[in-house]
């Protein structure tokens, strides 16, 4: 199958006769027509078109259970301009191999039920019990000023029909209902409505009616209006240019997956009405189940990826934070070291002085001696386990799934510490208290330290 040079670059596909004959009759409809981006009802209407004959309803099925299913030869083509065939494509193309692979399953198992309860013939179908509520609804409703009723509420059908079409309604929901429990789905009234429970999905579902229109003809009260503005003297009041009013033309509305490009609506016709249409409605709603679930899934994945990169985040950040502290550590302590050499470098300069009249030199020398001292305290390792264990910088890296958290560090700089106490707890010293308890200060009597 390849496109005309002229439709290429659009969503139109050009074939013979003679291989969409072959094509339609080696797999089910559906699935070629999702092959061009269209519904099977609009495949279905392009083969007649074009005098090719397709698959009778239940042919699929027929093979499948080994019974005998009548083929049709393509006939000779008359008019030249029919051997090729146009296929514009459309949303269809979205739906999934599942999707169509359920409405194919769904469409199987529909032609082996009671041909008059899916053609939508004359015989009555009994009203289920579990449309009572609906009934009363619709029953009691009263009519706005369009000539609609509208019913919705606990374990009802959504309704938006003139009264007159409540019968009908009632009659078509009737028949969705025996049709769908024969394939095994399940009604169940919902705090949203009556739902179909569809492959354990559930498919909210309404009838409305469409509407006509009609040039606006005044009222008394628009005639009543106009006088009273007149008499005002005020402008006549704009009215409508038409008026809209019931057309008793019935639609079944699925309320599901406003854009997930499947059918979702399904009316009366010029030649077809919704009553024969109702195998189309629950090949529709399987194909929903499906791309609910699907799109169910898709959330959950999107939420596992966004949750994952959530965390790669988070283990970025919390590893970033844990490096900029480690470095702010490192930078403290080679720090420490280059004013340690500073210090060595004037200490030898002024032992360098010694015995030269050098006297006045010695509380700077102390002093000199005390800071080095001081900062060989602080960056002992016994010294550097501490301040990084209590500044919480730790230079092993977490294992994975314990701690990954984002930590704001309090380091500022090096600490010195005290010895441990009788309960094993070292105390951080300012420079005074550690000099002191180092014995490098004066005592209080002024004597020298030792």
Not at 117 to 130: M, N, S
Request: charged share 25%; with cysteine; net charge neutral.
């Amino acid at each position: 199958m390849t496109a005309s040079p002229a439709c290429r670059g659009t969503d139109m596909t050009t074939i013979s006769r003679e291989k969409l004959h072959e094509k339609v009759w080696s797999q089910p409809l559906t699935k070629v027509a999702a092959g061009f981006g269209v519904t099977g009802t609009a495949l279905k209407k392009t083969c007649a078109r074009h005098d090719i004959p397709t698959p009778e309803r239940g042919y699929w099925a027929k093979l499948q259970h080994g019974k005998p299913a009548k083929t049709y030869p393509l006939p000779a083509n008359s008019d030249p301009a029919l051997d090729n065939v146009h296929i514009s494509g459309g949303s269809q193309r979205a739906a999934s191999a599942s999707v169509l692979d359920a409405q194919a399953r769904a469409r199987d198992a529909l032609a082996l039920q009671d041909v008059e309860l899916t053609a939508g013939g004359d015989r009555p179908v009994p009203e289920p019990k579990i449309l009572d509520a609906t009934r009363r609804a619709g029953t009691k409703a009263k009519a706005d000023h369009r000539g609609f009723i509208s019913v919705h509420g606990r374990g009802l059908v959504p309704l938006n029909i003139a009264p007159g079409s409540l019968e009908r309604s009632l009659s078509v929901l009737s028949r969705l209902l025996a049709l769908a429990t024969a394939q095994g789905h399940e009604a169940r009234a919902t705090e949203a409505g009556l739902v179909l429970v569809v492959d354990h999905e559930t498919i909210p579902f309404a009838i409305e009616e469409q509407t006509d229109r009609s040039p606006h003809v005044a009222t008394s009260e628009d005639i009543k209006r106009q006088q009273d503005r007149a008499r005002w003297g005020l402008p006549p009041p704009k009215y409508p240019q038409y008026d809209h009013h019931p057309a008793g033309r019935l639609a079944l509305q699925i309320n599901a997956n406003e854009y997930g490009g499947l059918r979702r609506k399904f009316a009366d016709g010029r030649t077809q009405s919704i009553e024969k249409m109702l195998v189309q409605v629950l090949e529709a709603m399987a194909g929903h189940a499906v791309l609910i679930r699907e799109q169910r899934e898709e959330r959950a994945a999107q939420a596992e990826r966004y949750r994952l990169a959530e965390e790669r985040r988070r283990l970025q950040q919390a590893f970033a934070s844990r490096e900029k502290e480690r470095i702010a550590f490192v930078d403290a302590v080679h720090a420490q070291l280059i004013e340690r050499r500073k210090l060595q470098a004037v200490l030898g300069h002024f032992e360098g002085r010694q015995g030269r009249g050098a006297e006045p030199l010695r509380p700077m020398i102390v002093w000199v001696q005390r800071r080095i001292a001081q900062i060989d305290a602080m960056i002992e390792p016994h010294a550097l386990d501490l301040s990084a264990r209590a500044a919480k910088i730790d230079f092993d890296e977490p294992e994975a799934g314990k701690t990954s958290e984002y930590y704001y560090s309090s380091f500022r700089e090096l600490d010195l510490w005290s010895d441990y106490d009788e309960t094993g707890t070292a105390r951080s010293l300012t420079p005074f208290e550690w000099a002191t308890a180092a014995g490098l200060l004066r005592g209080e009597q002024g004597e020298e330290p030792s």
